[in-house]
């Protein structure tokens, strides 16, 4: 409409033009207005410079609040755009279009939207529920195989902390797992969005619940800034779950066949199970954790598992366990098995 008011914004990285191309043609069959927002790839996304861009582009839309923001991209588009929806206008309603896996079964499913700032990643942002999310995964057929193996690290802690049977798919058939039309990718794709979206259904602001998501999380945080990220974060999550459940091992609440399984299950999806460059940095990294936005009153608070799909928040172990796992996953000190 002429007067501004509704209108599509499709904000997507350069190297999406043709599909955003197509997905724009199908909008303007249906009547709608369109506007295509290119924004830079990867994380270079997610910097208040984009965003301001991104809000004049919207005034010059003169976008309402029967607008729609479109993303589509991976999960740094996915959170850029969300961002900047959830505060144009005081929030507009965002369709999340994921591209890679890892944004399908986490960036954009959770309504968890932010930047990065000189004060670190993900410290600005707001939590905006999508109005839909469309997971096509014919967009992963360019998807290189390392992220799309990348993103079965997600996948897989799903599995541990509420579906097994993600875990029987990805064990029973890994080269499927990692094949973009496979029905086994299709179906990990579905398990894991469920697993999330139920989750998220009863907390979206991450007061309780919600935290069991950051399965593995804690320990990957710290070894992907330990290595600058050059760490994928899905291969971070692997190793970030196997110490975990070291953890939870140690402190007498997971057996040791549910501590195997850990290893079994990353190793068949080709995920890294250890994390040798550690060896010997184990106070930076526990800096490092105690620098997260989960910590309170300076204890590492960590998501452990009393069994497969049981997951427990916020416990505490104390700091021998913390390096016995840490040397047990780096292979820094005894009971490393690998």
Request: with cysteine.
């Amino acid at each position: 409409p002429g007067g501004g008011g509704g209108g599509v914004a499709l904000v997507h990285a350069p190297e999406l033009a043709a599909r955003v191309g197509r997905y724009e043609e199908s909008l303007r069959d249906a009547g709608l207005t369109t506007e295509r927002i290119t924004v830079p790839s990867g994380e270079a996304a997610k910097s208040s410079a984009v965003v301001d861009m991104l809000w004049e582009r919207l005034g010059r839309m003169r976008m309402g609040r029967d607008g729609c923001v479109v993303a589509v991209g991976g999960g740094a588009t996915t959170d850029l755009a969300g961002f900047a929806a959830a505060t144009w206008l005081r929030g507009v309603p965002v369709v999340q279009v994921p591209t890679t896996l890892l944004a399908m079964v986490d960036a954009a499913v959770g309504g968890k939207t932010g930047i990065d700032t000189a004060a670190g990643k993900n410290l600005v942002g707001a939590f905006h529920s999508p109005s839909a999310v469309v997971c096509d995964v014919a967009a992963l057929e360019t998807l290189p195989v390392e992220e799309l193996r990348a993103g079965l690290g997600e996948v897989v802690k799903c599995g541990l902390i509420a579906d097994p049977v993600i875990l029987d798919r990805v064990m029973a058939d890994p080269a499927e797992a990692i094949r973009w039309d496979s029905p086994v990718l299709a179906e990990l794709v579905a398990r894991s969005v469920a697993v999330k979206a139920a989750v998220v259904g009863k907390d979206l602001a991450e007061t309780g619940l919600r935290e069991i998501l950051n399965y593995g999380h804690t320990y990957a945080h710290a070894v992907e800034t330990a290595t600058g990220y050059h760490w994928r974060h899905g291969e971070a999550v692997a190793v970030g779950c196997v110490f975990a459940a070291e953890v939870a091992h140690r402190m007498k609440r997971l057996g040791s066949d549910a501590l195997a399984l850990h290893r079994q299950a990353f190793t068949a999806a080709g995920l890294p199970v250890s994390f040798p460059e550690g060896a010997g940095r184990f106070e930076e990294l526990l800096k490092i954790m105690r620098s997260d936005k989960k910590v309170r009153a300076g204890a590492i608070r960590m998501v452990v598992l009393d069994g497969i799909g049981l997951p427990a928040r916020g416990v505490t172990p104390d700091l021998a366990v913390l390096r016995e796992a840490h040397e047990a996953v780096t292979g820094a000190g005894p009971g490393d098995e690998a």
